[in-house]
């Protein structure tokens, strides 16, 4: 038996394959269901009331989605050009030290500078940081031909423990009763709120408006037709005249940028300081989402949208009926194996 590439997949298998992967992970994780003692209706009757039950639920969802969108992005960016970073978490973590650096430092008051002028420099210092710690995997890469899965995941590492001495040392907030944290942003820099009494900022308006920028780039744009020749066949695309180890930059650029982003909206619309939990995985659930995308831009925010509601809807299923919330993170690993299988099968059929 082997695999046979279809000439043309149908419209038909590829807009079902993905509705058929959902329904298959609904009816495997119903076994986990069933095993745990509880009632599989009900269970996901819970999840879905707890994701999207209540004005409540639907910003708590948004809310986590907001750095899923962003770090879903940076993998979808780097993904499609064969660049395969597994270190969004650290470069989400870099961003999140820069724009507390901007915003928060200096004798905790602050610049006396407008927020207009500041809140620009914040996040551009967190996309630089976020772009320049990737930058060097990126340039091993192409010029050393070193694995950027090895070094983007090691980098991880190095970041969190840089952020440990920090938060223990020169950017520690003295007025934290000894709590590893950095000082509070400026109040004024902080985002709004989208709906009064949530936790919902416009954090999410923004991330939603670089996810359209980042499927126009793409799909319009000579930098997008590069990246994705790069990603098709790197020695190809150097033979056609595409300029690979620049296109590798950019994407390290744009990849690293993204992630950085994510740490400061997290910072300046959810926590308002950086901790050494304050992220917990966004990096690798990034990549998590944009395989469930497709690497596609636009469908990175359903898929994060998706993911969030499972995680938040799964702390309120806990609560109500005792099913432990890691049905959360079995339900979105059997998603992603589920996709790239219906994927798989939609562009090969099996001969004898």
Known sequence: MRLEKRPQPSRAAQLGAPLLAILFTLALSGVLVLWAGAPVGRTYALLLQGAFGSTFAITETLTRAV??????????VAFKAHFYNIGAEGQLYAGALA??????????????????VLFPLMMIAAALAG????????LMKARLGVDEVVTTLLLNFVMLLAVSALLDGPMKDPMAMGWPQSVALQPDLELGKLVPQTRLHTGLLGAVALAVAMWTLMARTVAGFRIRAVGANA????FAGVP????????????????????AIEVAGRTGYVTL??????????????MLAGLNPLGVVAAAVFVAGVLVGADSMSRAIGVPTYLADVIVAVALLAVLV???????????
Do not use: C, N
């Open 244 to 263: 690979v180890t620049r296109t590798l930059v950019l994407v390290a650029l744009l990849s690293g940028g993204l992630a950085g982003l994510a740490g």
């Open 99 to 116: 724009a507390v650096a901007v915003g928060g430092l200096h004798g905790g008051t602050g610049l006396e500078w407008s927020p207009y």
């Open 131 to 138: 772009a320049l710690w990737l930058l060097g995997p990126a």
């Open 235 to 238: 020695r190809a695309a150097a």
């Open 342 to 352: 219906a994927g798989l099968f939609t562009q090969y059929r099996i001969k004898r």
């Open 277 to 290: 939990d304050m992220s917990p995985g966004y990096g690798y659930s990034g990549i998590v989402i944009a």
């Open 67 to 76: 750095p899923l969108i962003l770090t879903g992005l940076a993998a979808a």
